[in-house]
């Protein structure tokens, strides 16, 4: 309303004549005034395209309406930096200023403004001072001119970890919503995936983070959706590197467990108390679309609800339906076959296999060449790409899953004792 009350009262002003005056004036060949280091309209779109391709913050300042004398002329643009540096021509020295300082206002606040400069300001309403900004013209001039300052923001970077069919609708979901996506897989995984997706090994993942822009890392959003394969490893890399918001795909007994190890293997609890576990929003959907969808709702929420919606604990959202808990397996013989098998066994189970000592596992036969022996199930470990593993008075112990490190990292020395066990490879 006061948008529109403020156009018309300038319209009013802006008389037929001066309009057409104004109009065969910026038909005139010579640009000169118009940008400082640009050109011509050509080099200030090719110079915007460059700043959106490499993720810059930056405003783009635009004469929308002028009423003369002033030096500006419409469509005369500019560009100013974070740091209030300014990049063409909008006007002289009296709005040069003042469009400095509401510029950067709008970049901190990420929302554009209208800025009109005039000498009767008095008499015009203020504007709500967020969309619509109205500042006194101090030159002699007694002209005015009106601005409109966009703010430019890099597209928000979502990591998705893991080769789920919910981490694949997580990220096409999120393109479609304009975020960069980083997809973290295992080196073995990295050949599955769509031709042209941003990948990052998880090998390679704390080095790719360490490179982003400073603050990217801070404003960005990480789902790990391997559901079970790397969950630990992965939440470790993305909570040393500072990444904002880090959710979890798992049912709430799992994510009991893997913030269990994550502290176990010394990340800070004010970190693991960070990840948010169950992840997403609680909307019923069981799909992986649908996980995917109430996953990304917990994002939007977190992040322009100041976790209000979903900070607090409140509208968490289970990886998927568990179902009954399946029938005590053998110590002896564990199935690994299900990567989150833990959330499907019972918490007394799992609290019983734990305890259970190293001496009283089978030695299954000669470990292979190049393969080591878990401390805690007995099971043959290839050591070449192992991802869980974890080392203990100068030696390293290698495990078939999180889980099993787990067990060992809590008490080594119910696993240690039997010499036969042991993994005799140097840290």
Not at 1 to 9: E, T
Not at 325 to 354: F, G, I, K, M, N
Request: aromatic share 4%; proline share 7%; with cysteine.
């Amino acid at each position: 309303m006061v948008f529109s009350q403020l156009l018309c009262i300038e319209n009013e002003k802006l008389s037929e004549a001066s309009f057409l005056a104004v109009l065969i004036e910026k038909k005139r060949p010579d640009y000169g005034l118009e940008v400082q280091h640009m050109s011509d309209h050509i080099s200030v779109h090719a110079r915007i395209a460059a700043l959106q391709q490499a993720g810059e913050r930056f405003v783009t300042a635009t004469v929308v309406q002028r009423r003369a004398p002033v030096s500006s002329h419409l469509g005369d643009r500019a560009i100013i930096y974070p740091g209030g540096r300014m990049e063409g021509f909008v006007g002289g020295a009296c709005s040069r200023d003042i469009i400095r300082r509401q510029a950067l206002a709008a970049l901190e606040l990420g929302q554009p403004r209208l800025v009109m400069i005039r000498p009767d300001a008095s008499e015009l309403p203020l504007g709500n001072g967020q969309d619509v900004v109205v500042v006194p013209m101090t030159c002699a001039s007694e002209g005015a001119v009106n601005i409109y300052l966009e703010p430019h923001l890099p597209a928000r970077l979502l990591i998705v970890a893991g080769l789920t069919p919910v981490a694949g609708m997580l990220a096409r979901l999120g393109t479609s919503l304009g975020e960069r996506v980083m997809q973290v897989v295992s080196e073995d995984e990295r050949q599955d995936l769509p031709a042209g997706q941003w990948a990052v090994t998880l090998a390679d993942l704390p080095a790719a983070l360490a490179a982003l822009a400073p603050g990217v890392c801070k404003s960005a959003a990480a789902v790990v959706a391997s559901q079970g394969h790397y969950d630990e490893l992965a939440l470790e890399a993305l909570l040393h590197a500072g990444v904002g918001d880090v959710a979890l795909l798992s049912s709430r007994r799992r994510a009991v467990s893997v913030r269990e190890l994550l502290t176990l293997t010394g990340v800070p609890i004010r970190d693991v108390q960070r990840v948010q576990a169950p992840a997403g929003l609680d909307l019923g959907g069981q799909a992986p679309g649908e996980v995917a969808l109430a996953i990304l709702a917990g994002i939007v929420a977190r992040r322009y609800l100041d976790g209000q919606a979903t900070g607090s604990g409140q509208g968490e959202h289970d990886a998927a339906p568990e179902s009954a808990p399946t029938p005590e397996r053998s110590v002896l013989l564990p199935d690994h076959s299900v990567p989150s098998s833990e959330s499907q066994t019972p918490v007394s189970e799992a609290v019983a296999v734990a305890h259970v000592p190293a001496s009283a596992l089978p030695v299954w036969g000669v470990t292979r060449p190049g393969y080591a022996r878990s401390p805690v199930d007995g099971e043959e470990v290839q050591i070449a790409g192992a991802l869980h593993h974890a080392d203990h008075q100068g030696q390293r112990y290698y495990f078939t899953c999180p889980n099993c490190k787990r067990r060992f990292l809590k008490d080594p020395a119910q696993y240690v004792p039997d010499q036969s066990l042991q993994v005799m490879h140097p840290s």
